[in-house]
């Protein structure tokens, strides 16, 4: 017995959409806010509580996409 292709179309397509929108928006803007400090470029010391420069965005407020990261990886396998 043969999978009818009919009912494969609307599963795969909203995940082909899915995966080209996430392409064109890692194209468009490939960074994104920091998660840590929010892209407010500060955080809080863990003990202190003061105030202090977000050291893994190294103070941009801003870190590059998984897509753009896996992107770029294939672009230097090449």
């Known amino acids: 017995m ?6 494969l179309v ?7 959409i899915v995966t080209v929108g996430y ?3 890692c194209w468009i803007r ?3 806010p920091c998660r840590h ?4 470029t500060r955080t809080t010391g863990r003990f202190t509580g003061r105030p202090r420069p ?6 941009t ?9 896996a992107t770029n990886a294939l672009r230097r396998l090449r």
């Open 30 to 32: 490939p960074f994104r």
């Open 10 to 16: 609307p599963l795969a397509l909203p995940l082909l």
């Open 54 to 59: 977000c050291r893994h965005c190294d103070h």
């Open 2 to 7: 043969t999978p009818d292709p009919s009912l």
């Open 61 to 69: 407020g801003l870190t590059l996409r998984a897509g753009r990261r």
């Open 23 to 25: 392409g064109v928006l």
């Open 37 to 40: 400090c929010a892209g407010t």
